[in-house]
């Protein structure tokens, strides 16, 4: 997998809503009612990383998610994390 220049994502990430680009990864966070909410949409979202082979860095503390997309082995940011960011945005939309 190819890593992407910063222009290619800068100008990804415009269309990639609630996400940003810093420390060499696409980062955002979502806040939920309550745990188990939060805990339904990451049991949806680890499908979906096993589907795709693609797997975040994520933290929960109670009713928050934060999500840290970056492909190790292409050391940055490749066309699968914006996959995944998109497919993400997809089941949060539902879940909210």
Known sequence: MKKLSNRE????????????????????????????????AMNRIAFECEALNHHPEWTNIYNTLDISLTTHDADGVTELDFKLAEAINRIVEVEE
């Open 9 to 40: 994502i800068e100008q990804r990430i415009e269309n990639l809503t609630d996400w940003d680009f810093y420390d060499n990864a696409l980062h955002t966070d979502f806040e939920f009612d309550n745990f188990k909410d939060c805990m339904s």
